[in-house]
């Protein structure tokens, strides 16, 4: 099994910056892909970022060029990072930590950008 544990979230002004941390614990040794997903209001849950073990990395359009993935694989954990620039009040979401396989969701962090 598999534990996830944000951090980083908060409230910035646009065009400011914040950056997220999940940590992965546990049976980590099958984990290949970790990434970020948002949920805004209202609105599906939606694919932000990933990156595999091997360093690989996806973005959304709508992040691309302003949001940078990073991956550290430690002996007994992973932490993936998501360096947020650029922050415009669309950006506002839960954000949630991804690991896998198997599917690990975290429990979710707040960004919230005001404009």
């Known amino acids: 099994q598999v534990q996830l544990v944000e951090s980083g979230g908060g409230l910035v002004q646009a065009g400011g910056s914040l950056r997220l941390s999940c940590l992965a614990s546990g049976n980590i040794f099958r984990l290949n892909v970790m990434g970020w997903y948002r949920q805004a209001p209202g609105k599906q849950r939606e694919l932000v970022a990933t990156v595999t073990r091997g360093g690989s990395t996806a973005y959304a359009d709508s992040v691309e060029g302003r949001f940078t993935i990073s991956r550290d694989n430690a002996k007994n954990t992973n932490t993936v990072y998501l360096q947020m620039n650029s922050l415009n009040p669309e950006d506002t979401a839960v954000y949630y930590c991804?690991?896998?396989?198997?599917?690990?969701w975290g429990q979710g962090t707040q960004v919230t950008v005001s404009s």
């Open positions: 991804y690991a896998g396989p198997p599917g690990t």
